[in-house]
């Protein structure tokens, strides 16, 4: 009895691979119109988050601010201790 070799069937993907001139993207098939109202809203939206980031650092820096404006004098000398100059 002779021996059956296995083979190794490889599963063709031709209907996978497109040329590069044969494939179609989303910006080809989205009008320039649209392109442009979306390039406009991702920049007004990124414009957004940078104001509120500006915007949340002004106000810590604020609170800060006011917190060490109240401080009581105990609070002060522990916070800066003798590093003070004396006059």
Do not use: C, W
């Amino acid at each position: 009895m002779a021996k059956k070799r296995k083979t190794q069937h490889q599963p063709k993907n031709d209907n996978r691979q497109f040329d590069q001139k044969e494939a179609v993207t989303l910006k080809d098939q989205l009008g320039s119109d649209v392109l442009e109202k979306l390039k406009l809203a991702k920049s007004s939206l990124t414009k957004q988050i940078e104001e509120k980031e500006a915007e949340r650092q002004a106000k810590l820096a604020f609170e800060r601010k006011q917190k060490e404006k109240n401080m009581s004098f105990e609070e002060l000398l522990e916070k800066y201790g003798d590093s003070g100059s004396k006059f």
